[in-house]
T-cell receptor, first 112, second 115 residues
Framework: GESVGLHLPTLSVQEGDNSIINCAYSNSASDYFIWYKQESGKGPQFIIDIRSNMDKRQGQRVTVLLNKTVKHLSLQIAATQPGDSAVYFCAENIMTNEKLTFGTGTRLTIIP | NAGVMQNPRHLVRRRGQEARLRCSPMKGHSHVYWYRQLPEEGLKFMVYLQKENIIDESGMPKERFSAEFPKEGPSILRIQQVVRGDSAAYFC?????????????FGPGTRLTVL
């Protein structure tokens, strides 16, 4: 079921350390996954995406891992910086359906 | 290279009034999506439109809410007779084509407050 009105999961990481944010998705038919970053008062910002025929994809300082067996997605951020502090959402999409389904989100705080 | 634009950024309405939210997609994008976000929650899909067509409105409340994306001009999300429960952030996203794996790029959102 959905969590309504609950506080977001939080993760605090020391500046310069690596962080891992996890997401469990619900629909085994989903075949496209995206990570978004949302700063306070702003819209979601695209970070990285991955299709279901891949299990890993790397960007600049970010890596997304996909485990379809257990329906798990993770976002790794290397050498975190204060500007990485934000709420991170995973989103999933099914090929025949255009709408994105968002996860609950994780609030990442980088400690200077 | 302007991104998705939304206005107004903040909108205050009294119960019973109408709210009109506007979204201009990125240049070259013909697909628009509207999402709603309550505090401390993820975004929830409302409606997907292409020019002059509503493709999927499965997330739209059946009453008081409507959306359009005319041939010319921005997409409009319209909420009639607003109630306090309509208070939320409304985000618009656009993508260039109907390919499902095209990334959706989001605007800054409109924060609606109903008094």
């Amino acid at each position: 079921g959905e969590s309504v009105g609950l506080h977001l999961p939080t993760l605090s990481v020391q500046e310069g350390d690596n962080s891992i944010i996890n997401c469990a998705y619900s629909n085994s038919a989903s075949d496209y996954f995206i990570w978004y970053k949302q700063e306070s008062g702003k819209g979601p910002q695209f970070i990285i995406d991955i299709r279901s025929n891949m299990d890993k994809r790397q960007g600049q300082r970010v890596t997304v891992l996909l485990n379809k067996t257990v329906k798990h997605l993770s976002l790794q951020i290397a050498a975190t910086q204060p500007g990485d502090s934000a709420v991170y959402f995973c989103a999933e999409n099914i090929m025949t359906n255009e709408k994105l389904t968002f996860g609950t989100g994780t609030r990442l705080t980088i400690i200077p | 290279n302007a991104g998705v634009m939304q206005n107004p950024r903040h909108l205050v309405r009294r119960r019973g009034q109408e709210a009109r939210l506007r979204c201009s997609p990125m240049k070259g994008h013909s697909h628009v999506y509207w999402y709603r976000q309550l505090p401390e929650e993820g975004l929830k899909f409302m409606v997907y439109l292409q020019k002059e067509n509503i493709i999927d409105e499965s997330g739209m409340p059946k009453e008081r809410f409507s959306a359009e994306f005319p041939k010319e001009g921005p997409s409009i999300l319209r909420i009639q007779q607003v109630v306090r429960g309509d208070s939320a952030a409304y985000f618009c996203a656009s993508s260039p084509s109907e390919t499902s794996t095209d990334t959706q790029y989001f605007g800054p959102g409109t924060r609606l407050t109903v008094l």
